[in-house]
């Protein structure tokens, strides 16, 4: 029983690991999925914006979509309002006409297109989470909003609405928060991308491959400090478990020890004994934080799939082994080297 619960506690810190590095891979992912599903070739961006997490607010005038269209190469551009209700969770207002045109259109599973003013659009998976359908209405940005489509996830955003609408609600009519270009030919990409940087130099303008390739983790600030703050709390309990764990297997094994010592068996093979235990441990704790951590996703997956999701990353599981088995490997040396300095008659006569 002592040993079941010591890998039961070794596996939590090896979840919370698993579950952190997979949440983080998961939102990107997604995101990066979205965006790619836009079909746009360069995206413009506000002067303020500073991060993938972080989209400016609008500020760039809805004036420069019909002057970008007219640069030479540009098939067509179409201009978004963005609007975060809460992270990673936003309101985008489009266009739906040049969207389609962009894009080739949403996926509609229930319901229909954008029509009248208070229409709003939700994917599948905000729909699950809030138990929405066609006809429901939704309360944000202190708005009444009729569902009147559910879509397939993949696209733009989770939250679509009409364009002037949410720029009317956020005060901000004439202004788009991003800019979209889709060029004539994949070869023009870079020759517009420099047209438009020289022309609109306070604007930040990039590929949309670029862009989509800044989705990694080592673009959210904080989040190397916080996995390695994790890392250490997982190190910490491994090595108190395991300590606690073989500590008292050594004083139950008093006597077994001294009859070992006795036989010949030297300080290493005790040693050997105690530290081949804890390792056992590590390796049970960490089989039990991989499962855990597919069941962290199914929870995810069941109560919030629009605002985490989260990715099995089979990659990290090495490393949250070797974190569990170097903190399970401290915890076991102080016990180890008591029993292995044991005197032997001593050992025989305890009680």
């Known amino acids: 029983m002592r040993s079941l619960l010591s890998v039961l506690l070794i596996g939590v810190p090896v979840t919370l690991i698993l579950t952190l590095v997979g949440m983080t891979h998961g939102m990107l992912e997604d995101s990066q999925h979205r965006q790619?599903?836009?079909?746009?070739?360069?995206?413009?961006?506000?002067?303020?914006?500073?991060?993938?997490?972080?989209?400016?607010?609008?500020?760039?005038?809805?004036?420069?979509?019909?002057?970008?269209?007219?640069?030479?190469?540009?098939?067509?551009a179409m201009g978004v309002v963005v609007h975060n209700v809460d992270l990673p969770l936003a309101v985008l207002g489009i266009d739906m006409a040049k969207f389609n045109q962009m894009s080739g259109g949403f996926k509609f599973l229930s319901g229909h297109t954008l029509q009248n003013p208070d229409d709003i659009l939700v994917d599948d998976l905000y729909a699950a989470q809030r138990h929405l359908k066609v006809g429901d209405t939704l309360n944000l940005i202190n708005h009444a909003w009729h569902v009147a489509g559910i879509v397939a996830s993949g696209k733009m955003a989770r939250l679509v609405v009409d364009r002037k609408v949410l720029q009317t609600l956020d005060a901000a009519t004439g202004k788009v928060s991003t800019i979209y270009v889709k060029v004539d030919r994949p070869d023009n990409i870079d020759v517009v991308l420099d047209e438009l940087r020289r022309a609109l130099p306070n604007y930040k303008i990039d590929t949309m491959q670029y862009w989509i390739s800044m989705f990694n983790a080592g673009q959210?600030?904080?989040?190397?400090?916080?996995?390695?703050?994790?890392?250490?709390?997982?190190?910490?309990?491994?090595?108190?478990?395991?300590?606690?764990?073989?500590?008292?297997?050594?004083?139950?094994?008093?006597?077994?020890?001294?009859?070992?010592?006795?036989?010949?068996?030297?300080?290493?093979?005790?040693?050997?004994?105690?530290?081949?235990?804890?390792?056992?441990?590590?390796?049970?704790?960490?089989?039990?934080?991989?499962?855990?951590?597919?069941?962290?996703?199914?929870?995810?997956?069941?109560?919030?799939?629009?605002?985490?999701?989260?990715?099995?990353?089979?990659?990290?599981?090495?490393?949250?082994?070797?974190?569990t088995l170097f903190g399970a490997t401290l915890g076991a040396l102080y016990p180890g080297l008591s029993a292995a300095r044991h005197d032997p008659i001593e050992a025989l006569a305890y009680e």
């Open 220 to 323: 959210i600030q904080g989040i190397r400090e916080f996995t390695v703050v994790v890392a250490a709390i997982g190190v910490v309990i491994g090595f108190a478990v395991v300590c606690l764990s073989m500590y008292m297997a050594v004083l139950q094994r008093t006597r077994e020890i001294g009859i070992l010592k006795s036989l010949g068996a030297s300080k290493g093979f005790i040693l050997g004994i105690i530290l081949a235990e804890a390792l056992l441990l590590g390796v049970g704790g960490t089989v039990l934080g991989i499962i855990f951590s597919f069941c962290s996703r199914w929870l995810i997956a069941t109560l919030v799939p629009a605002s985490i999701q989260m990715a099995i990353v089979p990659a990290w599981w090495p490393v949250a082994g070797l974190i």
């Open 36 to 76: 790619e599903g836009i079909g746009a070739d360069i995206i413009m961006r506000g002067s303020t914006s500073t991060s993938v997490m972080t989209l400016s607010g609008p500020s760039i005038p809805e004036a420069m979509v019909p002057r970008i269209e007219q640069e030479p190469h540009v098939a067509e």
